[in-house]
């Protein structure tokens, strides 16, 4: 697998038609992608959103034996889209190249006030590791009867602290799945000037009892806006066992993260600093499938890499719609 690049930006463009993204300006494309398969004197390509873009992009990490390897190259990586070849590779990036922009959703129902205090401590060192000043941005949002931004994109960890320490455990129910939509929504709205790893973080134990929107809508709307979902649950068990835990368990997985069961609020930080040593090692490629069409067929894809010809485990999504019809999946699903 050959992967066309050059000097210039990729043009990176969406899945299928999202009706939730904004127009994006393309970012430089990194120092060893090369301009062998493109002219010599390669046109800078500006692109925005379009209606009938078929393009994929898909973040991923890979590890062996449970560590993560941070140092692949894109002669190590190889992708199955529906079971085929893509028609054409267009780019690949290491998480260094990109840069981050997080959404913090942490739940401040009821249900897990006595893990509150806890909760921010670590969520404040994740953030202070993971959001770096001089190119990442992050969001916090709390929920509980309803989403509730406190602090939009900053770059400022002592901005983002206060945010955190200003939440209160209040409210009757719990709306994580309209905070996950919410949360998509402000990803995908924040003007960029390059390419962004898009990631959602949600504190919760994952009850829902209040949002309008459906696990499958919170789903395909993070899928659709390029979002990354990790989850850290506040349920006591330390398994996936609850519905709740189920729920975080699925908005991870569909978006290529993780969901982590820490059971004890001591182990909270661990958590947190697993999914950091994540977003610090991941991968993105772009591609455009062959034998696409808008025909609502799910897609599956298939990442493998290997390191000195030994297969490693690929942690990222697994597929998607080929659809522009958001709601009509989502009832039927």
Known sequence: MSINTSRCTPVVAKLFALSVLSSLLVGQVPHYLTNKALSDTPTPLHWSYRKDVREVYVLFSASSHGRYVSDLGAEDISVLD?????????????????????????????????????????????????????????????????????????????ELWRAIRSLVDQGDSTSL?????????????????????????????????????????????????????????????????????????????????????PGSPDKFQSAFAHIAEELHSRYAISYRPAHFALDDHYRRIQINAQRFGKKLKVHGRTGYYATARTDDIAQRK
């Open 177 to 261: 799945l309209d905070a996950v939509v919410q949360g998509c929504e402000e990803l995908s709205k924040h003007p960029e000037e390059q390419f962004v790893a898009r990631t959602l973080v949600v504190v919760s134990d994952g009850e829902d009892n209040s949002s309008l929107a459906t696990l499958s809508r919170a789903t395909l709307v993070a899928q659709q806006s390029d979002v990354t979902v990790y989850a850290i649950s506040t349920s006591s068990l330390g398994d996936d066992s609850t519905n709740g835990d189920r729920v975080l368990k699925t908005l991870a997985e569909e978006t290529g993260g993780r969901a982590m069961f």
């Open 82 to 158: 529906d079971g085929s070849a893509p028609e054409k590779m267009i780019a690949f990036y290491t998480q260094r190249d990109l840069p981050l922009r997080v959404g913090f959703l942490i739940d401040t129902s009821p249900s897990v006030n006595y893990r509150f205090a806890f909760e921010q401590k670590a969520g404040k060192e994740f953030l202070a590791e993971v959001v770096r000043s001089y190119r990442d941005e992050a969001f916090v949002m709390g929920f509980a009867d309803f989403p509730q931004l406190v602090q939009k994109f900053t770059s400022s960890p002592p």
